[in-house]
Every structure is written in C-alpha cells, then in structure tokens.
C-alpha cells in the first residue's frame, strides 16, 4: 500500500493573515514596478530615437551625396550644350556665353514664380480676426 507522507499537513491551510502582504507593502511594489516600467519605457525611446536619427542622418547624406552628382551632370550638360552649339560655327566663348545667360533667364523665371507664390500665401486673416474677436470677449468681461 501506498504510504501516507505524514509530513505535509491532512487538510489544506487557509492563507495565514501573517503571510499576506499589506497596503504600504503592495504601494511600494506598485510605485517600484511603475518607476521600473517608466524608465524601460524611457530607454525603449532612446533607442528608438538613436535608430530613427541614425536612418535620418543617412537618408540625409544619401540626399546630399545625389544633389552633389546632379551639379555635377548640370555643369556636364552645359559644356555639352556648348560645344553643341559651337557646331554651328559660333565662337566657344560665345557659346558658354549663350548657356550662361540661359541658365539666368531660368533663375529668373523661378525667382519670379516664387515671389509671386509668397506673396499670394498672404497673413492668416481668420485666424487674426478670431484672435480679436477673443480678445474683445476678454475685455468686455474685464470691464
């Protein structure tokens, strides 16, 4: 037959008030786990930012490195509209002469647009209108 271990109790113990946890005992294990979850919570958005400037900073350079590349076709692209245009007969020098004074009709042109654009976006009338009718609102009260 199957022997009886004597040492564990018959019938099941009732938790012993003594071993429960009090208020001031489970407040501090909220404010220590809260303090916990608060600082990993933090360190999760270090990490998270580092990553985010670390992909940005190189989407950055990437951008720079393409924009340096399309000067450069830009100035290839010129002499090679100059000499195209030489093979007409034109002297060299007039034929930069030509393409530089392209390239400032076109600046020209797109400083112009711009301007005109700027001028067009204008101060937020709505806004300002209903900043003072507030600021009527407030000095009525006041008064």
């Keep these: 037959m ?4 004597k040492s564990a109790p018959a019938t099941p113990s009732v938790n012993d008030p003594a071993d429960d946890p009090t208020i001031g005992k489970l407040a501090v294990d909220v404010s220590r786990n809260v303090s916990l979850l608060v600082r990993k ?3 999760l958005a270090k990490s998270e930012l580092k990553f985010s400037v670390r992909v940005g900073v190189m989407g950055v350079v990437l951008f720079a490195a393409a924009a340096f590349i399309g000067v450069l076709a830009i100035i290839m692209l010129s002499v090679a509209i100059a000499y ?3 093979l007409t007969g034109l002297n060299l ?3 930069y002469l030509i393409v530089f004074a392209f390239y400032l009709l076109v600046a020209g042109l797109l400083g112009f647009l711009g301007y005109r654009s700027i001028n067009k976006a204008g101060p937020p009338k709505r806004a300002i209108a209903e900043a003072k009718k507030t600021q009527a609102v407030l000095k009525d009260r006041k008064g």
């Design 2 to 5: 199957a022997q009886l271990d």
């Design 41 to 43: 919570e933090i360190e």
């Design 93 to 95: 020098a007039w034929c």
């Design 84 to 86: 195209l245009i030489h």
